[in-house]
């Protein structure tokens, strides 16, 4: 059994949300985590720099190399990560549960099991349209696509997304070794979401911890530091990465015709976590 713990959902779902409650609950401390170190107790493995060691001699840059090239290096990366930690290590990745030409986009050698978040599409389109640039359109669009993901980047490597149905399907038809929470419920009740976090990991009953790592990386706490020092893992792009953080927003944003769009595409899944208006 390996030592990585996924944080994974599929993107603007909440994954930085669960990181920097992870990040202030080992860390303990008397003050916020700043979300601009969260990267020393977990890591993106898309992080471009990471793949730089493992580039053919004619190639200097990751974003020289094509997709299947960079998921022939992924597992010895992901290998990697874990060897460095020397404990558990928490890895953030937006990439589905599969493979891709016959590479394996998660190394479960080295895999412990998983943290995953699910957020309503109908939220996810709003957001996305948002942090992207994206009209509402493109983004119900983005979320249909069996087979989408990130480009390649300087600073990051591309992940397979998929569409938002194949995504929440391949990290929650199998529950073995994972924690599954929706957004929704965090915000509803997160001390209620995030002691499933504390019990998945092991982690002995702490009230008082719990309560401190949640009033630290409260939605209102992340989006308070970013105006204050900005942060480094938001898109180049967007103008900012904390920027509602709520739920139902759909109902106010997206018109009657659009919201059957999103239906349609992802019926099956939407009725499972009891995303159906």
Known sequence: ????????????????WVRAFIENYIQDLDSAVDINTMHRISTAESAAHRYQPYLPAEKSATTEL???????????????????????????????????NGYPLHNSSVTAGAIYVVRNPLDVV????????????????????????????SYHVPQIITSWSMHVSSWTSDTESKVILRYEDILDDPKKAFRKI??????KKDPKRLKNAIKHSSFLQL????????????HENANAFFRKGGKHQWKEKLTDEQVQRVISSHHELMKKFKYLP
Not at 198 to 203: C, I, K, P, V, W
Not at 223 to 234: H, I, L, N, R
């Open 126 to 153: 709003i957001s996305m349209a948002n942090y992207f640039g994206y009209t509402i359109d493109e983004a119900i669009d983005y979320l249909a696509e069996d087979m989408t993901g990130t480009p390649n980047e």
């Open 198 to 203: 504390e019990s998945f990991l092991g982690l």
């Open 223 to 234: 989006k308070s530091q970013e105006a204050k020092s900005g942060f480094v893992e938001k």
């Open 1 to 16: 059994m390996g030592n990585i713990v996924w944080v994974a959902s599929y993107p603007k779902s909440g994954n930085t």
């Open 66 to 100: 094509s997709l299947e090239e960079i998921c022939q290096i992924r597992p010895q990366v992901q290998s990697d990560i874990a060897q460095q930690a020397h404990g558990t290590t928490f890895v953030k990745t937006h990439n589905y549960l599969g493979e891709y």
